[in-house]
């Protein structure tokens, strides 16, 4: 029997593991991959971080290098690695999660190996699980490559032509502006893009965010609801550039498919030799059978990462308290929270306990 389990092992998982090694309980760490940093190594080649190395460390380790410069997606994978080497944590990689189940007291989580029993879950397995492609791609014949921007590495994959991006935020940006400098790039997007540098007076836009309290900004104060209402911002000027020089052409929100044509809000209507959805994810947890966890719309229900269910927590979501909750930038807070927590919530029960047989 562990005293917890923690199902993931990126950024939020480790973090947990970070806080809870402190506490010398018995806890393990489980992951369908085959290596750390596994999810970040099988992103587009290009990727780079939009926010700089100093806020980009978790708890306890420094990111090396320039600390205003920008790490890739490789840097990321090497530093979960050695975090995960440092601490000592203890993971079971190649393991996938299959059933959960509530007892009494415990929690029961089988996998693809074994079963495990467990006092305390924490679900870290992040919001970008399954990809989410409108129904109506379902119409669109075999003529056409389409793929989804978890799946996408780099230019070479797709078939000559032109190329739809769908999808307005900071990963549709990225990889619209790479394909513009090959072909033909059109970017559908449905909200009116906000543009921020970068750089702002040789410092990175997170370190004046940092300054001007943005960054502990939560989900309940009014800037915090602010930027919740108006979405994240595109940072950088690149597709700003692209668009003004006619290599990425914008389009309004692709709504259908009619005869192989993309129809957009506006009615108007285009053929693409390749489409790539940059639509985001679904959090779907098929394996977690526990409908209490749920509103009447599907969305989980918790507080900070706490749930209503005895000894069940959530790390890395969106805005699960901060606008950093679910990137590297801001899930340290938010592990230590859960931490101390659970570790109130055992002492209190031992004090029951301690009352009822005193």
């Given amino acids: 029997m562990y005293e917890a389990i923690i199902i993931g092992a990126g950024q939020a998982g480790i973090s947990i593991g970070y806080y809870l090694k402190k506490t010398s309980k018995k806890f393990l760490i489980l992951d369908k991959n085959s290596e750390i940093g596994e999810s970040w190594k099988e992103r587009y080649d290009s990727l780079v971080l939009f926010t700089p190395r100093m806020y980009s460390s978790l708890p306890g380790m420094e990111m090396e290098g320039d600390k205003h410069g920008f790490p890739n997606k490789n840097e990321i994978a090497l530093y979960l690695k050695k975090y995960v080497q440092k601490y000592e944590l ?19 989580v089988g996998t693809n190996k074994e079963e495990f029993l467990t006092k305390n879950l924490i679900i870290a397995t992040g919001p970008f699980q399954t990809p989410n492609i409108p129904t109506f791609s379902k119409k669109i014949s075999d003529k056409i490559f389409q793929i989804h921007s978890s799946e996408y590495k780099n ?16 990963s549709g940006a990225q990889i619209a502006v790479e394909l513009s400098k090959q072909r033909k790039t059109f970017l559908s997007h449905s909200k009116n893009f906000k543009f921020l540098p970068l750089i702002f007076n040789k410092k990175s ?18 800037i915090g609801k602010i930027m919740q209402k108006k979405g994240d911002p595109i ?57 209490e966890l749920y509103d009447k719309d599907g969305k989980l229900i918790h507080d900070r990462g706490k749930t209503s269910i005895d000894d069940l927590y ?27 927590n659970l570790m109130s919530n055992k002492n209190a029960k031992n004090r029951d306990i301690f009352n009822l047989y005193s």
């Fill in 314 to 340: 959530f790390i890395g979501l969106p805005w699960q308290y901060r606008r950093g909750s679910a990137l590297l930038q801001g899930v340290g807070y938010d592990a230590e929270y859960i931490v101390n």
């Fill in 90 to 108: 203890p993971i079971k990689l190649d393991t996938e999660v299959t059933n959960v189940s509530k007892k009494s007291n415990y929690y029961q």
């Fill in 235 to 291: 940072f950088g000027y690149e597709l700003k550039h692209e668009i003004k020089k006619n290599n990425v052409v914008l389009k309004e929100r692709a709504i259908d498919v009619q005869d192989d044509k993309i129809i957009f809000n506006d009615f108007s209507a285009l053929t693409f030799n390749n489409i790539i959805w940059a639509t985001g994810f679904k959090y779907q947890l098929p394996w977690l059978n526990i409908q």
């Fill in 155 to 170: 230019p070479s994959q797709l078939a000559d032509g032109n190329v739809l991006v769908v999808g307005g935020g900071n």
């Fill in 205 to 222: 836009i997170f370190w004046w965010f940092d300054r001007f309290g943005i960054l502990k900004a939560n989900h309940s104060s009014l």
